[in-house]
Structure formats: C-alpha cells, structure tokens
C-alpha cells in the first residue's frame, strides 16, 4: 500500500498528539498504519519512507522520522521503518537499464554501458513512471532501516535536532560537514 503526502509535513517536535492529530496528513496516516491504540495493531510489517533524493526528500524524512520517534517510539525500536533510496540516475544503452545511488556508480555504469550510454539525473520521484518505479523496488531494492542506540534518549535526539538549539546544531553540522563535489563530464 502507498500512503502519499500532500507537501511537507508538519514539525511535530514538542507538540501534544491531539494538536498533531488536528493536522489532516498525521491524522490519515496514523489510521492508515492503525498504531492508535498500540503496536501490536500495526497493519504493515515494514513502514518504507519513499522521498525525493534532495535536501527537502531529506528534510520530509525527517520531519516523519520525528513524528514516529516522538509518538511511535515502539515502530522504530522493533525495526519497522525504513528509508527507501532512490537513484540518482538512469544509465542504459539499447540493451541495458542501470540505476545508480552516487556519482560512483554513475561512473562504473558508463564504463560498462560504452561507448555513449543516454544518461538522466533524477530530481525527483515525480519524474520516475510507476512503470520505472517498479524495477527499483524489486529484488535490489535498497532499504536502509531507520535505528535506534538502546542507550539513545529519545528526547535528547529530538531537542537536538529538532529543538530551539540553532548555535549548537550549526557547530555540529559546520564540525562534520562533508563536501561531496559533482563530476562534470565533457562530451
């Protein structure tokens, strides 16, 4: 079953469940996954958060990441949520379709794709067909599960992602940062 999102949701971090649940999407969502009253009534076994592979894909998983952490702790400490990744490009010659996750593997797949493979960058889910969607959701779908540390305070991870804390969160993000450069290839 596919549950689609109409834009980005709401921030729920620091709010009650009834102000949450006033928001129509958390609303739907929460009876489509029927976790209301407990998680032994969750209708799916493997909840798979499907965005767009940009920084606001990144920031809409979050934005959902927080909503499960902060009410549905259990769904993530039982290992059923996961991130989908979606590739970044399209490699194929007449004979073959390759999807590639990083410029690396864009890179191994022209070599292997020579002598002028037709190249596509995805920007986002909305450009891939349900046709197209299909084939990367099969048997190499790749699924990174969304975990938790036992000795992870919930509420320490979402103030400090999530809270009012900007100075601290920019010194981390600035102390870890890593740059990760597009390779421009001349035809």
Known sequence: AVFSLRGKPLNSYGMSKKIVYENEEFNLLQAALNIEESMEDLRYNNIVIATDADVDGMHIRLLLITFFLQF????????????????????????????????????????????????????????????EFKNFIGETIRLDPVMLDKSTSIEKLLEFYMGKNTPDRQTFIINNLKVELDVVEAN
């Open 72 to 131: 549905f702790p259990e769904m993530i400490k039982e290992g059923h949520l996961y991130i989908l990744q979606t590739p970044l490009f399209r490699v194929r010659n007449k004979k073959e379709t390759i999807y590639c996750y990083s410029e690396q593997e864009k890179r191994d797949a022209i070599e292997k794709l020579k002598p002028k493979p037709e190249i596509t960058r995805f920007k986002g889910l909305g450009e891939i067909s349900p046709d």
